[in-house]
């Protein structure tokens, strides 16, 4: 039984998990949206918006806590300069899922996620 596990497994470790999250939040940050599995977008959507939020903070502390996470450097700083600023009357809700359907090859069902405008 599962009860209280919140979080999707991925069929992954959780070291790979982790830097499958990481590396996800990396590619949404620097693309603004990216075409995905919807589990993993479902997954991903609670991540970024927290590295948003604590890139709205715009201290030192926030950034170092947030390079934790995202490891790219110019990444980093599209977030804190470019990204965070955009959000900061809005409270939360700062990315959208759409679905697209199922993939050819494997029939997994695919989403787009994107930082909402």
Same mark, same amino acid.
């Given at each position: 039984?599962? &009860? *209280?596990k919140k979080g999707r497994q991925l069929s992954r470790t $959780?070291? &790979? +998990?982790?830097?499958?999250? $990481?590396?996800?939040? %990396?590619?949404?940050? #620097? &693309?603004?949206? @990216?075409? %995905? %599995?919807?589990? =993993?977008? =479902? !997954?991903?959507?609670?991540?970024? !918006? #927290?590295? @948003?939020?604590?890139?709205? *903070?715009?201290?030192? &502390?926030?950034? +170092?806590?947030?390079?934790? =996470? @995202?490891?790219? #450097? ?15 009357? $809005?409270?939360?809700?700062? %990315? #959208? ?5 199922? $993939? =050819? ?7 787009? @996620?994107?930082?909402?405008?």
């Amino acid at each position: 039984m599962r &009860h *209280r596990k919140k979080g999707r497994q991925l069929s992954r470790t $959780r070291s &790979h +998990r982790k830097a499958t999250l $990481r590396n996800l939040a %990396t590619s949404l940050f #620097r &693309h603004e949206r @990216i075409e %995905t %599995t919807t589990a =993993k977008a =479902k !997954e991903l959507r609670p991540y970024a !918006e #927290r590295l @948003i939020t604590l890139a709205r *903070r715009g201290d030192v &502390h926030a950034r +170092r806590l947030a390079a934790m =996470k @995202i490891q790219d #450097r110019e990444v980093l700083g599209k977030l804190f300069d470019e990204i965070a600023p955009r959000y900061m009357e $809005r409270p939360g809700g700062y %990315t #959208r899922v759409l679905k697209l359907g199922n $993939r =050819k090859g494997d029939a997994a069902e695919m989403s787009l @996620i994107e930082l909402v405008r």
